[in-house]
T-cell receptor, first 114, second 115 residues
Framework: GESVGLHLPTLSVQEGDNSIINCAYSNSASDYFIWYKQESGKGPQFIIDIRSNMDKRQGQRVTVLLNKTVKHLSLQIAATQPGDSAVYFC?????????????FGAGTRLAVHP | DSGVTQTPKHLITATGQRVTLRCSPR?????VYWYQQSLDQGLQFLIQ???????AKGNILERFSAQQFPDLHSELNLSSLELGDSALYFCASSVGPAGATDTQYFGPGTRLTVL
């Protein structure tokens, strides 16, 4: 399928290593954050989310860290596998005016090498 | 598979034409969102419908319109198409209208090519 974001920053890792993908968000009022994974030719797939009253949340092989002081979000993937190769987007929900509008980051391409 | 379906998967048309993209939300979801993704841009929110009513608008051009039908499926209409409208168009759905933690689940997208 056609690549999304041909000029995205790329993180290259070896299979089995841990990956850390970073994201800076824009709105200090945002209270909900989500990480999505997008494989080539597919729609964004929900990975994990976190509310602003937390600073860490763990899922299966993934951990999201939130630092509200510097408006920074990170996604950690443990024991990265070839199937993790994709573009990863962070999204914030400022929930302004009562509307559920996600603001997406530019994305980071994760390339996993055997 | 998110449970959100979109048709068609691919659409090729000419400048000046009009097309309609269709989306069926996940069973039980009342909100539908439309996003545009260009090659050099991230996902841009276009519009949200909740239970048939327009709920929120984003960066949607006046040439574009959408609606949500009683059976909750939604259509995005793009008219007077320009070359720059070529993009991936995604639909997402969620349960509620505006819950801050109301997760949006995305469909597979429609790739629009305007020649």
């Amino acid at each position: 399928g056609e690549s999304v974001g041909l000029h995205l920053p790329t993180l290259s890792v070896q299979e089995g290593d841990n990956s850390i993908i970073n994201c800076a968000y824009s709105n200090s009022a945002s209270d909900y954050f989500i990480w999505y994974k997008q494989e080539s030719g597919k729609g964004p797939q929900f990975i994990i989310d976190i509310r602003s009253n937390m600073d860490k949340r763990q899922g299966q092989r993934v951990t999201v860290l939130l630092n509200k002081t510097v408006k920074h979000l990170s996604l950690q993937i443990a024991a990265t596998q070839p199937g993790d190769s994709a573009v990863y987007f962070c999204a914030e929900n400022p929930f302004s005016g009562g509307y559920n509008k996600l603001i997406f980051g530019a994305g980071t391409r994760l390339a996993v090498h055997p | 598979d998110s449970g959100v379906t979109q048709t068609p998967k691919h659409l090729i048309t000419a400048t000046g034409q009009r097309v309609t993209l269709r989306c069926s939300p996940r069973s039980g979801d009342l909100s539908v969102y439309w996003y545009q993704q260009s090659l050099d841009q991230g996902l841009q929110f276009l519009i949200q419908y909740y239970n048939g009513e327009e709920r929120a608008k984003g960066n949607i051009l006046e040439r574009f319109s959408a609606q949500q039908f009683p059976d909750l499926h939604s259509e995005l209409n793009l008219s007077s198409l320009e070359l720059g409208d070529s993009a991936l168009y995604f639909c997402a759905s969620s349960v509620g209208p505006a819950g801050a933690t109301d997760t949006q689940y995305f469909g597979p997208g429609t790739r629009l090519t305007v020649l």
